[in-house]
């Protein structure tokens, strides 16, 4: 079963470490005037857009942490995500990707009280990034990203990157980590 009503091929786009500091840095000032707290959840990435928050000095006020959910079981057992959606839908899509930011969510609020946190945004990345893996219903280079933030509709999104492995896990890093900041600007519900 797929889900690819709302895929869009995204141009090829470098992401230079400065870029990806600078976007750290704009993420961080932004939870920082919000009072939210971040969390991500990062599957194809292997925990790259988490390694660069961690590289602004600082981003602990801020970033609670990341998973590295790989594989489909620790999808299900640290994330929350049902075994069902994974077997109907498969890891690559719309549904597990907002049950991957939605689980993170839940465990944050459950397991951190920060008395000056107005809430959690979490972020989830999961895709293929390649060199093989794709399939026709789910081509290489596609990435599905689910957001949770506090008193705003859940978001999920559907982007098709290329290049390499490389640069297909850096685009979505990017792709997520840019979105996230924009869900802190974005007005509430």
Not at 124 to 133: C, K, L, M, Q
Request: proline residues 5%; contains cysteine.
């Amino acid at each position: 079963m797929t889900d690819d009503s709302s895929w869009h091929c995204v141009p090829f786009f470098r992401v230079s470490e400065r870029a990806a500091l600078t976007l750290g840095l704009t993420l961080g000032g932004l939870a920082q005037v919000s009072g939210i707290r971040l969390g991500l959840a990062e599957s194809c990435t292997g925990g790259l857009a988490a390694s660069w928050v961690t590289a602004v000095p600082g981003s602990s006020h801020w970033f609670e942490g990341g998973i590295v959910s790989y594989s489909n079981a620790l999808k299900s057992a640290v994330l929350g995500v049902s075994e069902e959606l994974l077997a109907t839908y498969g890891a690559v899509s719309r549904p597990v990707a907002q049950a991957m930011a939605n689980g993170l969510q839940h465990t944050l609020m459950r397991t951190h009280q920060h008395h000056l946190c107005k809430g959690w945004a979490t972020g989830a990345i999961t895709g293929v990034a390649g060199p093989t893996g794709g399939s026709p219903e789910k081509p290489l280079g596609l990435v599905w990203f689910g957001w949770e933030f506090p008193n705003q509709p859940a978001y999920q999104e559907a982007c098709i990157f290329s290049g390499d492995r490389q640069a297909i896990q850096r685009q979505a890093a990017w792709w997520s980590l840019q979105r996230l900041a924009w869900g802190l600007i974005r007005p509430s519900a």
